[in-house]
C-alpha cells in the first residue's frame, strides 16, 4: 500500500504562483471564496455563513495534512502572498494508488491560467512524490470552465453518472475524469 507523509509540508512553486500551507491568517479569503454563490455554484456544499465556519475549514485542511490523509495547497501568485485559492489531493486512497484532485479559485483571478498552472504542479507532486497511479476528478457536468482546464492537463473524462449525489433537495448528476501517471509521463 501507498505510505503517505507530508512532514515537512511541501511548498511548490511555478513560473508564476507559490503553493504553500494553508494557515489561520488566510481565514478572510477562505470566508470570500467558500462563501461567495458563483465560486460555489458547481460544488455541493453549504457556503459558508461566518469567519468561525470558515477557520473550521482551515482547520479540518490542516487535520488531514497532519493524519497525511489528505493535502491541500493555499495558491498564491509570487508578487503577493494573499491566497487567492484552494488546490489539493483531498481524497486519497492509498490502497488503490489513487487520489481526488479539486480545487477553487477567487473569481477575480479566473481567466489568467492559474488553475492550469497549479493542476499541472499537484498532479506532478501526486505522480512524482506521493507515487500515485492515477489522479480523478469529479465535477458537475455544467462546469464547463472546469472540463477545458482537466483536459488541457491531459485528464480524460471517464464517466457521465446520473444523478448519484443528493444535495440540497436535489439529485446532481457527476462526471468523473482522470489522468494515469502513464498518461502523464508521456
Known sequence: MLEI???PFPNLET???LLR????NDVNEIFAIRSDAETMKYIPRPLVENIQEAQSHIDMINDKIENNEGINWAITVKSN??????IGHYRIKPEHY???IGYMLHPDFHGKGYITEAIE???AFGFNEMKLHSIEAIIDPENCASAKVLEKNGFVKE????????????????VIYSILESDFKK
Open 81 to 86: 502572498p494573499k491566497l487567492i485559492g484552494i
Open 121 to 123: 504542479k499537484v498532479v
Open 15 to 17: 513560473h508564476r504562483l
Open 98 to 100: 489513487r487520489a481526488e
Open 21 to 24: 500551507r494553508v494557515e489561520s
Open 159 to 174: 464517466a457521465h453518472l446520473r444523478e448519484n449525489e443528493y444535495y440540497n433537495g436535489k439529485f446532481l448528476d457527476t
Open 5 to 7: 507523509n507530508f512532514s
